[in-house]
Structures are given as structure tokens and as C-alpha cells.
């Protein structure tokens, strides 16, 4: 190629690029500019939150973590009280802001309807891909129960038979331990919009024979109706799940800002004040160990 074509080439090639520049940075102004038809960029959940002081919440009914006052619809409970204290010391104000199904919650965060799930989530490795999760408030411990009569089952393992009846709450992690652990046994769903004893009804009732829980809901279903259940293999608990906040997937400035004060409440003594003022039975609710070793 002669030395003239060599330029003209090398020009065009440049006005090309210089063209495709500002063809994005256009594009990048107008992507935000009121007016330009294009979606703006959303703000992090972070800054929303800082920049109106308040934080949106959703919540599901599960005593003792989130209990709503049937005349006033009030809330309180175990994740209820941590995060209106956590708030308040991050000089933020909580608005309760909609009763949502267990299969609908990380649906709310990720599209910005809510900023926080507030009333208590296991984190696990499913829900991971699709939310982010606080430091863990406190641990739950998932057995097996059963009719306070029951004795035809000696293992875990006999409980994986089609004249088995297991009920859970569908989509439910219980539900999804059902399904992997117990494949062969016969699978009875309650709705996510039934209350939770209906599962336990389920057992009374003689509709099912198992149930997968943790012991908060079933000691307090035994004040109403004792002797009416037991629990099975006490020493052979089938999961333990961490209790946390969760939130929109991706917001490290709001994970950190809020572990940080639940760090405090931990650390100054205000978890194990409000763990008791809602334990029942000693022993209810596994405890987060300290990260630090006392010195002697």
C-alpha cells in the first residue's frame, strides 16, 4: 500500500473511534437525564436509606420473631426489636411496610419495593444466590417431631418411606429438607398463607405424621395443647441455620453499615436481653459466640 492510502486509512480509522466515543458518552449523559426515555441508574439501597433516614421493611408473622397484634396491628418480636435497635442507633426510623409470603421476599428487595426483610431468614446456599444477609442474630436448630404417641419409628432414616406422611409449609426450607432427605416418604404442602399451625394441626389431626421444626413454634403450640406432640431423635438434629436480616443482592456499604450496629447490640449485652424477654424454655434459642476469648 502506498504512503497516501496508508494516511487516508489511518485517519478514517481514527474518526471512527473518535465517533463511537462520543456516541457513548452521549448515550451515558442521556442514561441519566430527565427527559431522555432511558431508565436512570437505580441509587444502592445504602444511599437511599441515608438520604431519607427511614428503612423499608418487610416482614412475615412467625412468633417469636415477628408477632403483629391481631387489634392493632402492631409488631413485635425477636427481629423486630434487633432491628428497630439497630436502626435507632444508625439514626434511622424502620416503616413496616408490607406483610409478604415466604416465596416472595427476596421479589421485593431486588426489584427496591422493600430495603430489608426484618422479620428473620435462614441463610443457606439457595437464597444466597439470590439475596445478601446480615450477621446472624442467633441460630436455629431444625428436629424432627411427631404425635406424642408415636414410636414406630427408631431412625432418621425409616422416616424415607411412602407410608411416612410429612408435612411442611410449601417452598419452605423444611420443605425443601422434605424433598432431599426424604424422597421416598409421602409429601402433604400447607399454603405460605395458611398460619404456621396449621402444620401442627396437620399432626394432631393424624393428616401427617412428621414435622421438620425449629423448637420456638412447637413449644409454644404444647402451651395451648399439651402432651399433643413430641420431639423424636433429640440428638440428631437435621439442619442448623443461621437467623439473619436479608437484603437486595449486592450492597456491601449497606451490609456493613448494618452488621456494625448489630455487632454492638450483641457485643453490650441488648441481644441476650431481648433473647430472654422471649425465651420460654431455657435453652430455646442457640446463641452467637462471642469472637473473642476472655482473658484468664
Known amino acids: 500500500m502506498s504512503e497516501p492510502q496508508s ?24 442514561r441519566a437525564s430527565p427527559g431522555s426515555g432511558l431508565v436512570p441508574t437505580q441509587p444502592s439501597v445504602f444511599d437511599r436509606v ?9 416482614y412475615a408473622v412467625y412468633p417469636p420473631y415477628c408477632i403483629k397484634n391481631a387489634n392493632t396491628g402492631k409488631l ?36 427496591d419495593r422493600h430495603d430489608i426483610f426484618g422479620a428473620g431468614i435462614w441463610r443457606n446456599s439457595s437464597r444466597g444466590k439470590v439475596g445478601d444477609f446480615s450477621q446472624p442474630l442467633l441460630f436455629n436448630v431444625v428436629k424432627v417431631y411427631g404425635r406424642a404417641n408415636e414410636n414406630r419409628f427408631n431412625t432418621i432414616d425409616s422416616l424415607n418411606d411412602p407410608a411416612v406422611r410429612i408435612v411442611t409449609v410449601d417452598g419452605t426450607l423444611e420443605d425443601v ?5 426424604f424422597p421416598n416418604a409421602s409429601h402433604i404442602s400447607v399454603s405460605q398463607l395458611n398460619p404456621y ?15 421438620f421444626s425449629e423448637a420456638t413454634a412447637v413449644n409454644r403450640f404444647l402451651e395451648k395443647n399439651p402432651g399433643t406432640l413430641k420431639e423424636l431423635f433429640p440428638s440428631e438434629p437435621l439442619r442448623v441455620f443461621p437467623l439473619t436480616f436479608a437484603f437486595k443482592l449486592g450492597e456491601p456499604n449497606f451490609s456493613a453499615m448494618l452488621d456494625a450496629a448489630l455487632e454492638e447490640i450483641h457485643n453490650d449485652g441488648t ?9 420460654q424454655i431455657p435453652g430455646e434459642f442457640y446463641r452467637v459466640a462471642p469472637p473473642y476469648i476472655l482473658p484468664r
Open 76 to 111: 413485635s418480636g425477636i427481629c423486630v426489636e434487633v432491628l428497630e435497635e439497630a436502626a435507632q442507633r444508625l439514626k434511622l426510623k424502620v416503616e413496616w411496610v408490607e406483610e409478604v409470603g415466604w416465596g416472595s421476599i427476596f421479589e421485593g428487595l431486588n426489584s
Open 7 to 30: 494516511n487516508k486509512a489511518f485517519f478514517r480509522i481514527t474518526a471512527l473511534l473518535a465517533l463511537a466515543l462520543a456516541i457513548a458518552a452521549i448515550a451515558i449523559g442521556l
Open 197 to 211: 399451625t396449621d402444620v401442627l394441626l396437620s399432626i394432631t389431626s393424624n393428616k401427617a405424621d412428621i414435622m
Open 177 to 181: 429438607i422434605a424433598k432431599t432427605d
Open 50 to 58: 441515608v438520604k431519607s433516614n427511614q428503612l423499608r421493611a418487610s
Open 271 to 279: 441481644m441476650e436481653r431481648i433473647l430472654q424477654k422471649y425465651e
